[in-house]
C-alpha cells in the first residue's frame, strides 16, 4: 500500500491538528484516530481528537480513548487549524458541516460519492480513499510505518481493535493474507488477541443474553428469509434498550439456507426499523434506497410505519426472491 | 517450531502410512490428516487415512475428505504398516484399542497423560506432542515447509481450516502472532478466509437453529457459571442430534460476567455429557479429569451418571468460584 507523499507531507510540517471522525462511531473509527493521534505525539505534534458521540462503552477499553473531546470550545481557534477526516470523507458525517479548517487531509475506506466535479468534487486538500482497503487501520498502519515511527503497544491495541471490527476479526470477505499480516504484526507489538476478542465479543450483559433468547424465539423462515423482531415490550420485560440489539440482525445467517435475515425494532412512535444484512450477491441496498433508506450491498436499513404483520407482508414481497 | 529429525527420517523412510485420528472429529483432526495426506503424496507415498466416525456434514467442503475410510478390511494388512496418529496421543482415542502397527509416530497438541513410566510410559515410538501450539494444523504445516513440500491450495484450505476451528478463528488465548502469520501464509497459499468461515459458521440447518433457541431458553447463571443444556426430548422435538450441538457449549461465554459456560447434553443412557469451557485463567481441565474425563485449561469434559437437577448440583460444588 502506497502512502501518499503529499499527505506524508502535511503531517510532517504542519504542528498541530484536529482530527475528528464519523458520528456514531465504532471500533475501526476510535481505534485509527487513537492510534494516528499517538503516533503524531511521537513526532511532538499537537492533536485535538472530536467525536460528537460519546465513545460506546465496550470501546472503553481502547487506550487513550477518553481524548476523544464532544464539544468544541471555539470555533475561531479551529478555522486555524489543519483537519485529518479518518473513516469517513464528509464533513457532514462527522458532524461539523460548514466548519472551516486552514487545510484538510481525508483518510478512509468508504466509497466516496463524487458529485458533479468528479474527484475534484470530493471533500479534501489530500485524499487518501481506499475503498478496497479492509479498514481504515490498515492504512492508519501504513501510514505510521512509513513515518518511521515504531508502533507502541497501546496503537498496537487500537489499530487491531480497528481492523478486527471491520473484518469480524478475520471472517469477512476483505480478510486478505495483507489483514492477517498486519494482525500479525499487531500482534507482536503487544495487542492481545484474546484480550481484545474478549471486549468485542464477550462482553454481553444478562439482560442482553435474555433478550437475544427472546428474539430467537420469534423466529420466522419464508423461502430464504428469516424474520425476527424486538418489541418495546420485549425491552421492558429484559431491562435492555435499542442499544442491546447491535449485531441482532446478522445473527440468522448463520442458517444455511438463508439469504436475507430481516430484523425489525419496535421504535417509540410504533414504527418498525427494519434492518437488512444478505449473504454473497444478494444486494438489499437498492430495496433500502426504495424504502427511504441506504447501506451497502449486504447491509442496509429504513423505517417502516405499520404494524408489525404488515410490516412482515411488505418485506416478504419486497424480498420476493 | 523445530520438527523432530527422526520423525522426518521416519516419513522419508517409509513408503506407506496408516494416518489416523481422534473418533468424533472436528476440523483440527480432519484437516492437518488430509493436509499431511496430501503432503506425503507429493514424495510419492501411498497412505490409508482412517477415521472411525463419520466426517460431518458441514465438514465435506474439505478438500479429500472423503480419503478417510471408516472400516479396516483386513487387520493382517495393517500390522505391516507404520501408524500416523494425529491430534490425538493414545489408540483409545482413535477407536484403534489393541491394535498392532510396524511403527508409529504421535503428532498432536492435547496434553499426554504421562504414565507411571513418565513420558517412556506414553505411546508411539517418535512422539511430537506440543500442547503450547494453538492447533495440530500448525504442527502439520511447519512439518510440510520442514519436507520442503510447496503446500498447495488443497493443503492450504485443510491447514486453515485446522487452526480456524481450534483458535475459533483467531479469536482465542491460543491465537499469537505465529498463527496470523501462518494463517497468511495459508491465505497466500490459497485458502480463502471468507470462505472457510462461511462454511464454519454459516451452514446451520434450521433445525439445528430451533435447538439451539431452544437451549438457550434453559439458561441459568448460578453466580459466575451459566448452565445450559440439551435433552434427549428436545432432539425429538426439533428433529436434531448430538452432532448439531458443536460449538453451543462456548456460547454462554459472551455474557461479560460469566468465568465458566457449563453444557449439558443428555446421552442415550440417561447420562449427561458435561462440557465445561471457561474464560481466561480459569483452568476447567483439573475438573474434567477429577471426574474421569479430560481436555484443555478453557474446554474439558466428562460423563457423568445422574438426573439432570444432581448433575447440576454436583457441577456448581465442583466448580465453586
Not at 481524548?67 to 458532524?95: H, M, V
Not at 469480524?168 to 484474546?194: D, K, M, Q, Y
Not at 421492558?236 to 446478522?250: A, H, L, M, V, Y
Request: proline fraction near 3%; charge should be negative; hydrophobic fraction near 40%.
Amino acid at each position: 500500500m502506497r502512502v501518499p507523499d503529499e499527505l506524508i507531507s502535511f503531517l510532517k510540517n504542519e504542528k498541530k491538528f484536529f482530527i475528528a471522525t464519523h458520528i456514531d462511531p465504532e471500533g475501526d473509527a476510535l481505534g485509527s484516530s487513537l492510534a494516528l493521534s499517538m503516533a503524531l505525539e511521537v513526532l511532538d505534534k499537537e492533536t485535538i481528537l472530536y467525536e460528537r458521540d460519546p465513545v460506546p462503552e465496550f470501546y472503553h477499553y481502547l487506550p487513550g480513548q477518553d481524548r476523544f473531546k464532544r464539544y468544541i470550545q471555539s470555533l475561531t481557534s479551529i478555522s486555524d487549524l489543519p483537519l485529518i477526516l479518518l473513516d469517513c470523507n464528509t464533513l457532514e458525517r462527522a458532524g461539523l458541516e460548514g466548519l472551516k479548517f486552514k487545510s484538510s487531509a481525508v483518510i478512509d475506506h468508504h466509497e466516496a460519492e463524487t458529485g458533479k466535479g468528479g474527484d475534484s468534487g470530493l471533500f479534501g486538500d489530500i485524499k487518501w480513499i481506499v475503498p478496497e482497503a479492509a479498514a481504515t487501520g490498515i492504512l492508519v498502519f501504513y501510514l505510521i510505518k512509513e513515518m518511521g515511527i515504531k508502533i507502541t503497544r497501546e496503537m498496537a491495541i487500537n489499530l487491531y481493535s480497528a481492523i478486527a471490527i471491520d473484518t469480524g476479526t478475520f471472517r469477512f470477505g476483505n480478510t486478505t493474507a495483507e489483514v492477517l499480516r498486519i494482525g500479525a504484526e499487531l500482534a507482536e507489538a503487544g495487542a492481545s488477541p484474546v484480550y481484545i476478542s474478549n471486549r468485542l465479543y464477550e462482553t454481553w450483559s444478562k439482560e442482553r443474553f435474555a433478550l437475544f433468547s427472546m428474539t430467537l424465539n420469534t423466529l420466522e423462515i419464508k423461502d430464504s428469509v428469516a424474520i425476527t423482531y424486538v418489541s418495546q415490550e420485549m425491552y421492558k420485560k429484559t431491562g435492555t434498550g435499542p442499544q442491546d440489539t447491535e449485531n441482532f440482525p446478522s445473527f440468522p445467517r448463520i442458517i444455511k439456507d438463508i439469504k436475507v435475515s430481516v430484523f425489525l425494532r419496535e421504535l417509540e412512535d410504533k414504527s418498525w426499523k427494519v434492518s437488512l444484512r444478505s449473504k454473497g450477491d444478494f444486494n438489499v441496498a437498492h430495496i433500502a434506497y426504495r424504502m427511504g433508506g441506504g447501506g451497502h450491498k449486504n447491509a442496509a436499513g429504513f423505517v417502516i410505519k405499520s404494524d408489525l404483520g404488515s410490516a412482515k407482508d411488505t418485506l416478504l414481497k419486497l424480498l420476493r426472491l
